[in-house]
Nanobody
């Protein structure tokens, strides 16, 4: 079973930056995609950003232009650079890895424990 370990969360003021890291125990290139989800209290979990094996990226509209997902295959690590943070970005951020599911879609079946990000106003 692959393990995903997040780090880099914390408390930051609005307008500040944080970089999250996700260390993967296996070869991240073996996954169809890597991604970052977040869940705020009382809200549904949402996919914030993802990066495919092809290096194509996708972002939620709420973070476009502020967040950047990247990966280092040599270190089996995925990053989420978060700039211009807003209080509404406060959530638990969780790293995930996807395999190819039905109809060629991503099936997210490997999850980290999550790291708390709190943005104060």
């Amino acid at each position: 079973q692959v393990q995903l370990m997040e780090s880099g969360g914390g408390l930051v003021q609005a307008g500040g930056s944080l970089r999250l890291s996700c260390a993967v125990s296996g070869n991240i290139f073996s996954f169809n995609a890597m991604g970052w989800y977040r869940q705020a209290p009382g809200k549904q979990r949402e996919l914030v950003a993802s990066i495919a094996r092809s290096d194509s990226t996708n972002y939620a509209d709420s973070v476009k232009g502020r967040f950047t997902i990247s990966r280092d295959n040599t270190k089996n690590t995925v990053y989420l650079q978060m700039n211009s943070l807003k209080p509404e970005d406060t959530a638990i951020y969780t790293c995930a890895a996807a395999v190819v599911g039905s109809y060629g879609l991503n099936y997210w079946d490997n999850w980290g424990q999550g790291t708390q990000v709190t943005v104060s106003s």
